[in-house]
């Protein structure tokens, strides 16, 4: 859950990136960490195993820009992937102000997704988070591999809802600033009226985190060229028996090469 210091004035931000083992969540924080000027984050740590793997979370506080006279830092999290780390994923998930799905798009990984998902669901419950009205973005990542599960697909199958979604290879930093930018622009105003009891239309552009902030998140990555969110007007819902065939010939077409 955020938290205001109005000793220091600053309100800190939780965001936590939720997926299956080896989907690009730490990845996404190692290449922020990477492309911040110091100024604008604190240190990255990482508990890892031997492998380099996950076993409790990644943590990186980041400055933000500010609301009001306040500073914003986000403090952006990992869950553990690996499915008997199912305790530390509860711990990391509790008071989160916003969620990042980063789900690996190829298509052997499907199972691995909607078993994720549905942990991320379960656990949200366990935590009284509503999945329906917390801020989440879907980030489908490993766009830069062949034999992907395509976009309409996960959409169909993850988000229903209609979240904001991104075409990531955050190796590369392809959409990694953009998933970031996408969901401030969800967490930040819901934050803002818990902590300050503004309604939307009663938020004066001085007291608005400013579109600039995000903005320039985004920029200082934009050497790699990052993917812009996709565009859900465009997306048409498939029954499920569609899709399925649809993956199908997905699975044919990958073990036939």
């Known amino acids: 859950m955020s938290f205001i210091n109005f000793a220091t004035k600053t309100i800190a931000i939780k965001i936590v990136y939720y997926g299956p083992g080896l989907s690009g969540k730490t990845t996404n924080l190692r290449y922020i960490y990477l492309k911040l000027d110091s100024a604008y984050r604190g240190d990255l740590v990482c508990l890892e195993t031997d492998t380099d793997r996950t076993y409790f979370f990644d943590l990186l506080p980041i400055r933000a820009g500010m609301i009001g006279e306040y500073k ?76 992907l599960i395509p976009a309409e697909t996960f959409n169909n199958l993850l988000n229903p809802r209609r979240s904001p979604w991104v075409e990531a290879a955050a190796v590369n930093g392809v959409g990694v600033f953009e998933s970031l930018r996408e969901i401030s622009k969800l967490a930040v105003p819901i934050v803002r009226e818990r902590l300050f009891g503004e309604k939307p239309h009663e938020q004066t552009d001085a007291n608005q985190f400013s579109a600039r902030d995000l903005e320039d998140l985004q920029g200082r990555g934009q050497e790699a060229g990052e993917a812009g969110p996709g565009q859900m007007t465009q997306v048409k819902v498939k029954s499920r028996q569609d899709v399925e065939d649809e993956l199908d010939k997905l699975s044919k077409e990958f073990h036939s090469k």
């Open 72 to 147: 914003v830092h986000f403090q952006l999290m990992t869950v553990p992937g690996q499915v008997f780390y199912e305790a530390s994923r509860k711990s990391v998930l509790r008071g989160s102000d916003g969620i990042i799905f980063v789900a690996d798009s190829q298509i052997p990984l499907l199972d691995a997704n909607l078993e994720s998902f549905d942990g991320l669901r379960r656990n949200c419950v366990q935590h009284d988070i509503d999945l329906m009205k917390i801020p989440l973005v879907f980030q489908y990542n490993k766009r830069d591999l062949n034999y």
